[in-house]
Each structure stands twice: as structure tokens, then as C-alpha cells.
């Protein structure tokens, strides 16, 4: 079943209830920002434009992406891939900005990555659903959610992945998927590093017993080190006028998690954790037997070598 198309994409011989749309990649120019000094700058990671759409983080740590003015066509809720999804504002804001510019409303939800899917995917649905409520209950912020608005989902990579698992596990939030380049490849295929995980756990279970033991760091160091979020507001306030105007709801500032996470990831290595739950091939007989949203358009690029779009076709038309 289709989304947004007036006729149907065609993906090898058939059609079907699943479309998937093949597409090449190109890169991007990056937007260009004018401001009244005349001057032109351009920058791959752009803060989102709050001048042309109404751009905040609310009070569920999510951040609302929405038309300034107009009626709302939709609710999006936008989930990026691992590690770039815990700063969506940031790494999607072109994506999330033509959205918006669209008419539709999005709700980017961020997240830390984690071995423990089937977690991350319950906790990014209680924050969209509570952001939602969010929106509703404010006098002044509720256009922007109309209680009759279709809610679709949309994915990229690891955020694919999860929107697949909220129809899964729960009553999904949205009505409709949009699923883009797909993969859900094991640990020792997602970080191609011989013997990396094996080397890590034990590590991080040294420098643990070393710190409960009182031992000194190997340098010691003299002077505390900077938060995360104390980096990036210097940062931020190194940015150029025009890009520090674009960042007065401090988009850059707020994208501690993005770093942050590395050192959850490691810590769930010392804990024993050396692979996904579910499964991927869990995740795959899952979803192939209880995946309940079925208009889900699938998107996936010529040129993506770990793209798995084609597998999970295959399980969906099966399950439709």
C-alpha cells in the first residue's frame, strides 16, 4: 500500500502491498544562509531553521519541527540511525526542515544507541506518545498536533529498525511506516573489527576493578575535564553569526547525547553484552509474524553497502 505516490513504484517484476523505492544518492549541497550582512556561508551540518519553521525541544527531551503558520497535514515521528540519532536537530535538520516545510509536523526523537533494542524501542514510543500529549495539552502549541492527524513513522537505518519493532511489540503509534535502508546486521558485522568486542569486555572489566580498587589512572589528570555540554556551548559560540542565529533554540548545545553514548555502549560491553536484543534473526521471525502496520513504504539506495531493504521486502510481503 502506498504513502505518497500518485502511481505505484515498481520493484523487480511485481508490485505489492510493500513498494520499495530504489534510489541513487548524490551528494547534497548544503543550504545556504543569508542573513542582513549579505554574506553567504554553507555548512554540512546545519542547525535547522527556526526562521522558517517553528523549531523547539520539548519538555520529553524531543525536538518539534513544525510549520510557522498553516494547517498541519500530518504528525511525523522521525527516528535517525545509531549513533547520528541521538542528535536528529543536527545530522537530519534538511530532512526534517523539508518536512516541515511541507506541512507536517515532525517529532524527532533522540536516542543512545544500545545493544538492548527492544528497550530503546519501548523508550522512543513513551517519548513520542508523551510528546504528543505535550503538544495537545498546550493551549497555544496544539495546532501543531491535531487530534485527527494521520501520524506516519519514518526511519533511517537503526530507526527503521525500531519503527519495525514498535509494531511489533506494541500498539504502534503510527499509521503508516516509512522505512529507509534498513539493516539489522550481528555486532561482529555492524563493528568489522577482528577481535574488537572479545578485547573490550575484559578491558572494561579491568579499568573497573582498577577504579573500585582505589588504583590511580595511568595520567593522572590535574584539572577536571569539561562536560560534554560545556564542549559543545563553546563550540556554539564559535560558530559564525548566521549559524548562531539559527541555534537560538541551542540545538548544538543540547547535543550531548550524541557523544555521550559511546561510553554507554562500552559499558554495557563490560557488562557482558555481546549482542543485539532481539537478535536480528529474532527480530526478522518477529516481524514476519507480528509486524502490524501495514501500509510501510520501503526506501533504499543503489549504493548502500549494508542496506538488508531487500531481505525485509521479502519478510513483509510474506506477512501481508
Known amino acids: 500500500m502506498l504513502l505518497s505516490s500518485a502511481r505505484?513504484?515498481?520493484?523487480?517484476?511485481?508490485?505489492?502491498?510493500?513498494?520499495?523505492?530504489?534510489?541513487?544518492?548524490?551528494?547534497?549541497?548544503?543550504?545556504?544562509?543569508?542573513?542582513?550582512?549579505?554574506q553567504r556561508h554553507s555548512s554540512?551540518?546545519?542547525?535547522?531553521?527556526?526562521?522558517?519553521?517553528?523549531?523547539?525541544?520539548?519538555?520529553?527531551?524531543?525536538?518539534?519541527?513544525?510549520p510557522s503558520t498553516g494547517s498541519v497535514k500530518g504528525v511525523v515521528h522521525f527516528l535517525g540511525g545509531a549513533f547520528a540519532g541521538a542528535a536528529p536537530q543536527l545530522l537530519y535538520?534538511?530532512?526534517?526542515?523539508?518536512?516541515?516545510s511541507s506541512g507536517y509536523t515532525v517529532i524527532a526523537t533522540p536516542y543512545a544507541v544500545t545493544f538492548r533494542h527492544q528497550d530503546c524501542a519501548a523508550g522512543v514510543r513513551n517519548k513520542f506518545l508523551n510528546t504528543v500529549g505535550e503538544l495537545r495539552?498546550?493551549?497555544?502549541?496544539?495546532?501543531?498536533?491535531?487530534?485527527?492527524?494521520?501520524?506516519?513513522?519514518?526511519?533511517?537505518?537503526?530507526?527503521?529498525?525500531?519503527?519495525?519493532?514498535?509494531?511489533?511489540?506494541?500498539?504502534?503509534?503510527?499509521?503508516?511506516?516509512?522505512?529507509?535502508?534498513?539493516?539489522?546486521?550481528?555486532v561482529k558485522d555492524a563493528i568489522p573489527i577482528p577481535g574488537f568486542l572479545g578485547a573490550l569486555s575484559p578491558t572494561v572489566k579491568?579499568?573497573?576493578s582498577a577504579a573500585a580498587g582505589g588504583l590511580p589512572l595511568p595520567v593522572p589528570l590535574p584539572v577536571?575535564?569539561?562536560?560534554?555540554?560545556?564542549?559543545?556551548?563553546?563550540?556554539s559560540a564559535m560558530l559564525p553569526g548566521p549559524l548562531r542565529a539559527l541555534d537560538a533554540e541551542g540545538q548544538l548545545r543540547k547535543a550531548a547525547l550524541a557523544l555521550d553514548q559511546l561510553g554507554e555502549v562500552v559499558g554495557e560491553?563490560?557488562?557482558?553484552?555481546?549482542?543485539?536484543?532481539?537478535?536480528?534473526?529474532?527480530?526478522?521471525?518477529?516481524?514476519?509474524?507480528?509486524?502490524?502496520?501495514?501500509?510501510?513504504?520501503?526506501?533504499r539506495f543503489q549504493d548502500d553497502s549494508i542496506d538488508e531493504t531487500v531481505e525485509m521486502e521479502k519478510i513483509l510481503r510474506a506477512r501481508f
Open 8 to 38: 505505484p513504484f515498481k520493484y523487480g517484476k511485481g508490485h505489492g502491498v510493500v513498494p520499495t523505492l530504489t534510489t541513487r544518492t548524490s551528494p547534497v549541497p548544503a543550504p545556504s544562509l543569508r542573513r542582513r550582512s549579505g
Open 44 to 66: 554540512k551540518v546545519t542547525p535547522l531553521n527556526a526562521a522558517a519553521n517553528q523549531v523547539f525541544q520539548s519538555d520529553q527531551g524531543s525536538w518539534v519541527v513544525a
Open 93 to 100: 535538520s534538511l530532512l526534517l526542515d523539508m518536512l516541515a
Open 137 to 186: 495539552g498546550s493551549q497555544s502549541l496544539a495546532r501543531l498536533c491535531p487530534e485527527n492527524a494521520p501520524t506516519f513513522g519514518v526511519g533511517h537505518s537503526n530507526g527503521a529498525l525500531l519503527h519495525l519493532l514498535m509494531g511489533c511489540y506494541f500498539d504502534s503509534p503510527t499509521t503508516s511506516n516509512v522505512i529507509i535502508s534498513f539493516n539489522n546486521k550481528q
Open 206 to 208: 579491568a579499568a573497573r
Open 224 to 235: 577536571p575535564l569539561p562536560s560534554t555540554s560545556d564542549v559543545l556551548q563553546f563550540a
Open 269 to 299: 560491553v563490560g557488562d557482558g553484552v555481546t549482542d543485539f536484543t532481539p537478535s536480528p534473526s529474532e527480530s526478522r521471525a518477529l516481524i514476519g509474524s507480528s509486524y502490524s502496520v501495514r501500509p510501510t513504504l520501503l526506501v
